[in-house]
């Protein structure tokens, strides 16, 4: 049963990140186009139908504006689901050291991570670019490190991943779909929407396109434990391989 339950989150963690991502990169895209060779509109073919799409400052009445978010939801709570399954219920958190903690104990290191990691990136390492991009690779390394001082080495490198993950999804509820939630009330009521909020937003789904290069990697790392997680310097390999996702993703997100 526990088999047919596992196979069943994950799949649906699988699919509904892959819409999430796809999304992502999508707009990511479609946004880079308006600043370059199509400043008005695009033309876009897809399954034998043409598409034109044109950019505006505020939402019409007259038509449906559609969400982007649920595909957030769904990812992040499947793989908390996950976690608790495979992890937290599934006896991987502990790999027999006597010098590493209890399960129950490193599952409150494991949890108290997750969160914590929201608030030293909402508060500290968002707010500039740089700062993001440099000490968030130093807090990747650290943190796989440190936990594997206190749980298994696959259970640390899935914390960090967890980590990330909660991230991203928090990035959408509480900064993204706010911000165009105002945006849009401004709009409807006449006013004129305020042009930060939309810097803001749109600065946090950039940040979700680089933090979706380690997630991935770390959703992969078991099928390959002796050169991520189960090597001595897999902490520093981690970091070496978020740096060759962000060298992706900075050429995909500029061509």
Known sequence: MQEWLNLAIRWTHVFAGILWIGATWYFTWLDRRFHTSDPDEVWMVHSGGFYQVKKTQSPSRAHTLHWFKYEAAFTWLSGIALLILVYYMGGLMTDGDPGKLSTGWAIAAGAG???????????????????????????????????????????????????????????????????????????????????????????????????????????????????????????????????????????????
């Open 113 to 255: 991570t997750i969160v914590a990691g929201w608030f030293v990136y909402d508060f500290v390492l968002a707010r500039n670019g740089w700062l993001a991009l440099g000490a968030g690779l130093v807090l990747i390394m650290f943190t796989a490190w440190g936990l594997s001082q206190w749980m298994s080495a696959r259970a640390a490198f899935m914390h960090v991943g967890a980590m990330l993950g909660t991230l991203m999804a928090a990035n959408v509820w509480e900064r993204i779909i706010p911000a165009q939630k105002q945006m849009v009330r401004m709009a409807t009521e006449g006013g004129i929407p305020d042009p930060k909020l939309g810097e803001r937003a749109k600065n946090r789904s950039k940040h979700n396109t680089y933090l979706i290069m380690p997630v991935v990697l770390i959703m992969i790392s078991n099928h390959f434990p002796v050169t991520t997680y189960g090597n001595e310097y897999g902490w520093a390999i981690l970091g070496g391989l978020t740096v060759v996702g962000w060298g992706a993703a900075h050429v995909i997100r500029n061509h």
